[in-house]
């Protein structure tokens, strides 16, 4: 549930009594070379007993063994997704063994995972798996698997048999109490909390419960609309068949058995009706999926598979849209007055006024149902315009990135700074770029920020409270090309490289929080053991989320930080098409 750090799962492992099983799984994005082709990708970052938890063993190879989640970049070893095994290695059947780069460095392959396995974080599919031990390689911040107070990893839990996630929580509650008593440096107020696996905040599975119920919501009413509607066909075609049925009933036929006929007849049509839905949703299974292009590496994966819990489903509603369908013309049929419906036929009357109420009856529901989905597509539309229209923080009308990632590439640290000034540089004389800036984080995007605890000059936490603070690691101009504005101080310039004082941005929430009733700027804050003095507070944005509420935020200099994985966002009123040629022109140029 809880973000928790590296030291503290392993804790976990070590005191859960009422867990089976838990493991880890971090998303994470990469460059993946092989041979002289590279692209981006998205994999997750496990714990040695990830396949094993869930069940799932390669299909191919094995998967990580016990140990190898230990180290600083001491198991570089990858087991690949079935996709990845087809497409980039032509189902090899002896790729076992062999390696590709992830992020620069060598991993060997172990396993490929089984056909139709893409991980567990709901709705995007992974194409790779590779051991904690490999986390810097991958993640920002350098290495954290030692770092009590990097709360980097979501790790997942397998209850045992009987086990209520309340007595789940209250013994997390338990072991994060100790923790909190034996490491209140880095604990101190950090409860661990518990979320089954469709309601937690950092999986996909969270975000997609709300929308898969609305539009289960939108399913049912449409469903109850056309059973009133077809209701109200076949009580038209009873009332047709009112002669019918009053002669079968003189020649002895049995109430009964009309009934089981009716009733025969709607659930026909519901089979018919149930077969085509069927066949368009084999057909577009997989549509769903084709609304949210690849972009930046990430894969999306909406699984449509049609298994026997679809089957059954549609049996289901099979069965209840027959009675739905047909109850309304076996009730009426189950009126009929022998002696004055032939009275009537002779008379050529065919309905009365009991039949006309209650095809009006059907009319208004179906008018009803549709006023309600109507309303509520509405609300559902009204809602998606305002957060479509929510203010991030910053300004994002003309705003490109795209990955840069030269350390993948064999670049060393030095030549990788070279060539990102030479390419900046470059990138902002391009006719039509008003600005460009390096970043390792684009705000919004499925990259997660990096999240530390800090130590600040002056301020006494309260007992409960351990300082841990997400933070960005961006170039010079970065603020004036997201549209950040600057509140107080200064952003960052090319001068705030290694060699001078280290500088920190905080927004203003954090300003409030840590220097309340002060001036922040020359103050101190210090991370992962280094003192840096801000310079500048910025407006408060998001960062991962629309909807999220202010939460405190820091920026520091790319130059005084790493370089891996940075990303380039531009400024510029050009198409993305447009601009996309012109990087790749400027690249090889500097490249060749």
Known sequence: GTPLSWPDFQDLQRSCTLCETLFVSKITGTTLSIGDRAERTTGSIVSANYFDAIGVPPMLGRGFLPGEDQGQSAHPLAVISHQLWQGRFKGDPAIVGKTQRLNGVVHTIVGVAPEG??????????????????????????????????????AYARLKPGVTLQQAQQEFAAISGRLETEYPATNRGRAIRFWPLWQTPFNNAGTLLPTLEIMLAVVAFVLLIACANVGNLLLVRSLARRHEMSVRLAVGAGRARLWKQLLTEGLVLSLFGAAGGLLVAYWCRHALALLFPARGGVQMHLPGEIDWRVLALSAGVCLATTLLMGLVPVLQTGKIDLAQSMKMESAGVVSGRERAWVRSGLVLVQV????????????????????????????????????????????TPARAQTFQD???????????????????????????????????????????????????????????????????????????????????????????????????????????????????????????SVREKPTPFFFVPLRQNSLRGSVLNIRTPLAPQTMATAIAREVHALDS
């Open 117 to 154: 396995f893409f991980g567990t974080f709901v709705g995007w599919g992974m194409q790779f798996w590779v051991p904690a031990s490999m986390e810097d390689i991958f993640e920002a911040g350098g290495y954290k698997l030692a770092d009590r107070g990097a709360r980097w990893i979501e």
């Open 368 to 411: 009803s149902l549709s006023f309600v989905l109507l309303v509520g597509a509405g609300l559902l539309k009204q809602s998606l315009l305002k957060v479509r229209t929510a203010s991030p923080g910053f300004n994002t009308r003309g705003v490109q990135d795209t990955a840069i990632d030269l350390l993948s590439a064999g670049y």
């Open 422 to 544: 030479a390419l900046l540089e470059r990138v902002r004389a391009l006719p039509g770029v008003e600005s460009a800036a390096f970043a390792k984080m684009t705000p919004l995007s499925y990259v997660s920020s990096a999240t530390a605890p800090i130590v600040v000059d002056g301020y006494q936490p309260p007992p409960e409270e351990s300082p841990t603070v997400e933070y960005n690691e961006v170039g010079d101009d970065y603020f004036v090309t997201m549209g950040i504005p600057l509140v107080a101080g200064r952003e960052f310039t090319r001068a705030d490289d290694e060699k001078a004082t280290l500088a920190a941005v905080v927004n203003e929430t954090m300003a409030q929080r840590y220097w309340r009733g002060r001036n922040p700027l020359g103050e101190r804050l210090q991370l992962k053991g280094r003192w840096m003095q801000v310079v500048g507070v910025a407006k408060d944005s998001k960062y991962s």
